[in-house]
Each structure stands twice: as C-alpha cells, then as structure tokens.
C-alpha cells in the first residue's frame, strides 16, 4: 500500500516536507498567468489525510480527487489506492453540523440584541445594480 507521502512524490513536482504533517510542491493544477510553468511550490497537501490546497489557484480536494484529477483511472484508483484512501479517511477532520459549530452546547432562544444582526442588504447584489425595494421583496439577504 502506498503512503500519501508517496502518491505526492510519484505525481507532484519538487516535494519538499513541511512541519511534521505537510509536503509541498509545484501545483500540477495551474500555470502561470503568462503560461510558464511555476517554479516555486505553492501547493500543499497533508500526508495524514490527502487534503490538499494551492495557495495559487487557491484548487483544493482530498486525496480521491488528487488521483483522479492527475488522470488516475477509477479502476486504478479502487484497485491501487483503495487502503491508501481508506486510511486518509480514517485521518481526515470530523465533519461537524452547522449546530455544533454555532452551538456546541444546548441552543436556548436568540437573545433580542441578537436580532438585528441579520437585517442587512447585500452590498454586492445593490452594486450590480438591483434595488433594495427588489432584495426586499424577494427576502434575499434579509432574516
């Protein structure tokens, strides 16, 4: 079974370590805005879990979509890589409910001061040119 570690140094460009959990590499994902290639590494992934980031093209995903976006088939996928991404699951942050992120203990009633926090009108929609009589009418951007 190959390590994460490896899959990185197999399909990525200039893998360097970076702290104990990361490596970092040149993005296979982008060029430069006048077609070069990049020549220093902007793209990060972490070698528990497969999650992965560029700092550039700001592309992101886990280790699944890593293999299948540098064109690993699916059946090479299932058939090599299955344990590998089995164990990056097993490694990967919890997934948590927007209730446990607002939350974490037991919600009671909003208290009032609260409530005109959510009364606002989307600058960006106003600077596209929509009015806000229009927002207002359709509830968009407003509690």
Request: glycine fraction near 6%; proline fraction near 5%.
């Amino acid at each position: 079974m190959p390590t994460i570690r490896e899959i990185a140094e197999r399909f990525l460009y200039q893998v360097k370590l970076s702290g104990s959990t990361d490596v970092m590499a040149i993005c296979p994902f982008h060029r430069k805005a006048d077609g070069s290639e990049e020549k220093n590494g902007s793209f990060a992934m972490n070698i528990c879990n497969g999650l992965w980031y560029c700092h550039s093209c700001h592309s992101s995903g886990n280790l699944y979509t890593f293999l299948r976006d540098v064109g690993v088939s699916r059946n090479d996928i299932d058939l090599i890589y299955k344990d590998t991404l089995e164990q990056a699951r097993h490694h990967a942050p919890k997934k948590s409910s927007p209730l446990e992120i607002i939350a974490p203990v037991e919600m009671g009633p909003l208290d009032e001061s609260f409530l005109g926090l959510f009364d606002f009108c989307p600058q960006l929609l106003i600077d596209e040119g929509f009015s806000e009589q229009t927002l207002r009418h359709f509830d968009v951007g407003y509690d």
